[in-house]
């Protein structure tokens, strides 16, 4: 997995690439939860390069977007593949997230 | 031909009497069984006795064993608790022995009687009489047989059959015979029984009778770990108890007949004191020494039967997963307590039921087995749970502790529907030789809702708000799915049935999460801390009540 940080104005932009699996979903986390402490604008995953998720790294994504929810600032999804957009959409995700 | 027609009449008799009357003394007596079980756990001494009451009750050690197994597993008590209970059981076996040996001809003709008319009369119609007129004509029916065997052989020679017999037969080969009878009737008072309908009939002394019962005993012993080599855990362990009982028995008694004979007393000219000279009697009583003697130091050391039987059949996931963490019996005292508990046994069984779904992400899917023994021990638990509720709301509370418990017992109606329809789910993805790409997606989407659940239960109101969202109506989507998946070719036709089977499960599953995230949102809440208050209020009223009087 491959994650690129970069800033847009006030928000955070991050390309993630790769596997959203059990072994990368830790390090993800981390890598989300470390923007959500030391920014305060919002954050913009793009999973244009993603190919792979799994309830790990659904649960990562939850567990970002719930700190976010209780700092209100917003979280959003761009860019997803459309196999990644059904697990998305059959989870229930996508209410939760804004998606682009 | 007739003696062996009657004496194979006798036996069909027996066995078809023994097996009505013991699941018609299980079904009158159980419940008061389990009642008298639950106070078995004050002293080694107690469950010894309120074992062989129960043993007298059931006459059937395997069914005390089996009570016992379902108490662990509910967590009413311990395998240490349950290990004198069990070697009781044994004792009380005995009852049937004792009334074996009466002569018993006029009572068993005015028993069948009685039977008959009351079935004539349709008393049978009324359940409790149903059983206990059951339970007679078993027990006719068991004593008839014996009679049968006892006056078959009437019209040959007794002492030249019984000449025969006894030359013929070994102590070594008595003990053999013993072992095999009760091998195959999977008890050790049946052919006891058959003993002591031989000596009535003179074809037997207490010389060889001594070594069948002996072999008998040991012999039910290990028929029991046999007819239980599908059980595990547990189950297992109170099986490996029973053995224990007869072992220490058999060893006891044989050594103590050892002893007295090299001593230069005679054993069986006791033994046939003891049985007040008549031979059926001391059979009798040898049948209780055995179990007595093996009882007696399995229930003292139970702390080394526990050990033996731990390290020869460790605990299951399921005896594990079976077994309640918070509530307890003496709880009921306080309902504003116990509630509490029933709460925290709730949310116990909601953090287990991820563990109910496979994990197909990675290497590792996890143990089919480990979660089969999950989801039964969490079944299990729930039901232990909901009969706690029920017990409590029996036993009268304050209005405001009603409510909580009604809403407690539909949230845990709600999860245990969730707990099956999550295995059922898991059973449909598991049946995949290859699980396809919507299988993987449904399968990892739920667990992702389930371990958010997992999460959220006791946490914060904004936390099971997230959950209610994401478990929102999703019936336009997997309608659609299910539409594209009837139109394509995908797979065999039985995969397709599967998948839009699991679609079903999934939609189902998500429906119950954002049921209980609802239970658990605010109405609870609220509740509870208005509970809390009126807990309080009616304590203070109880302390003013003492007060004044």
Redesign the interface.
């Known amino acids: 997995m491959h994650i690129e940080r970069e800033q847009v104005g006030s928000d955070v932009l991050l390309k993630v690439a790769g596997r959203l699996?059990?072994?990368n979903a830790k390090p993800f986390e981390a890598s989300l939860m470390e923007v959500v402490s030391t920014t305060d604008g919002g954050i913009v995953v793009n999973l244009a390069g993603v190919d792979y998720?799994?309830?790990?790294g659904?649960?990562a994504l939850?567990v970002a977007?719930?700190a976010m929810?209780?700092a209100k600032r917003k979280l959003a999804l761009a860019s997803l593949q459309p196999?990644i957009r059904?697990?998305f959409?059959?989870?229930?995700?996508s209410?939760?997230f804004e998606i682009s | 031909m007739t003696v062996l027609a009657e004496i194979l009449a006798g036996l069909g008799l027996l066995f078809v009497g023994l097996r009505i009357m013991a699941t018609h003394l299980q079904q009158a007596t159980g419940r008061k069984v389990r009642r008298l079980l639950r106070g078995a756990t004050r002293s080694p001494l107690a469950g010894l006795a309120c074992g062989t009451l129960a043993g007298l009750a059931m006459q059937s050690s395997n069914a005390v064993a089996v009570v016992c197994g379902n108490l662990v597993r509910g967590g009413v008590f311990a395998t240490r608790d349950a290990i004198p209970v069990v070697a009781g059981g044994n004792v009380g076996t005995a009852g049937l022995v004792f009334i074996a040996a009466i002569d018993f001809r006029l009572v068993v003709l005015y028993l069948v009687a009685a039977v008959g008319f009351t079935f004539h009369l349709r008393l049978d119609r009324r359940s409790a009489w149903r059983e206990w007129m059951g339970v007679g004509l078993g027990l006719a029916l068991a004593l008839l047989g014996l009679d049968f065997i006892k006056h078959g052989p009437a019209d040959i020679d007794v002492e030249a059959l019984a000449g025969t017999l006894s030359a013929g037969i070994t102590p070594l080969l008595a003990f053999g015979l013993g072992f095999l009878a009760s091998a195959v009737t999977q008890s050790s008072s049946t052919p006891t029984i058959l003993v002591v309908a031989l000596i009535q009939a003179r074809l037997l002394g207490l010389h060889d009778a001594f070594f069948l019962v002996l072999g008998a005993n040991l012999g039910s012993g290990f028929a029991v770990l046999i007819s239980s080599s599908g059980l595990a855990g547990t189950g297992r362990q109170l099986c490996y108890v029973h053995v224990l009982v007869k072992v220490a028995g058999c060893l006891l008694v044989g050594a103590a007949f050892a002893v007295l004979g090299a001593a230069g007393a005679d054993p069986f000219a006791l033994l046939a004191g003891a049985g007040g000279g008549t031979p059926t009697a001391s059979v009798s009583v040898l049948f209780l020494l055995l179990q007595v003697a093996g009882a007696l130091p399995v229930a003292l050391l139970r702390g080394t039967a526990e050990a033996i039987a731990m390290r020869l059949s460790p605990p299951t996931v399921e005896d594990d997963a079976a077994r309640p963490r918070f509530i307890d019996a003496q709880a009921r005292q306080d309902p504003a307590t116990a509630l509490d508990l029933a709460e925290r046994e709730t949310l116990r069984l909601l953090h287990q039921l991820p563990l109910l779904l496979p994990?197909?992400?990675?290497a590792e899917a996890g143990d089919a087995q480990v979660r089969l023994g999950t989801w039964r021990g969490g079944a299990s638990v729930a039901l232990a749970v909901d009969h706690f509720l029920a017990d409590l709301i029996a036993h009268g509370m304050p209005r405001e502790s009603l409510r909580i418990a009604l809403h407690h017992q539909s949230l845990l109606e709600t999860v245990r529907t969730l707990q099956d329809t999550l295995h059922d789910f898991t059973e449909v993805i598991e049946g995949f030789e290859d699980v396809p790409?919507l299988g993987f997606?449904?399968s990892?989407?739920?667990?992702?809702?389930v371990?958010?659940l997992a999460d959220a239960a006791g946490a914060e109101a904004?936390?099971l708000d997230?959950i209610i969202?994401?478990?929102?109506d999703?019936s336009e989507?997997l309608n659609r799915?299910r539409r594209q998946l009837a139109a394509s070719a995908l797979g065999s036709d039985v995969d397709t049935r599967q998948l839009l089977f699991a679609t079903s499960l999934?939609e189902r599953a998500?429906w119950l999460v954002r049921r209980i995230a609802v239970a658990l949102r605010t109405p609870d809440n609220e509740a509870k801390r208005e509970a809390s208050v009126a807990a309080d209020t009616d304590l203070k009223r109880v302390e003013a009540d003492a007060h004044r009087a």
């Open positions: 699996d059990t072994p998720v799994s309830s790990s659904l649960r939850l977007g719930k929810r209780g196999q059904e697990v959409d059959i989870s229930g995700f209410t939760l | 994990d197909l992400d990675g790409p997606n449904l990892e989407a739920l667990r992702a809702i371990l958010s904004a936390d997230i969202t994401l478990a929102g999703r989507l799915i999934f998500v």
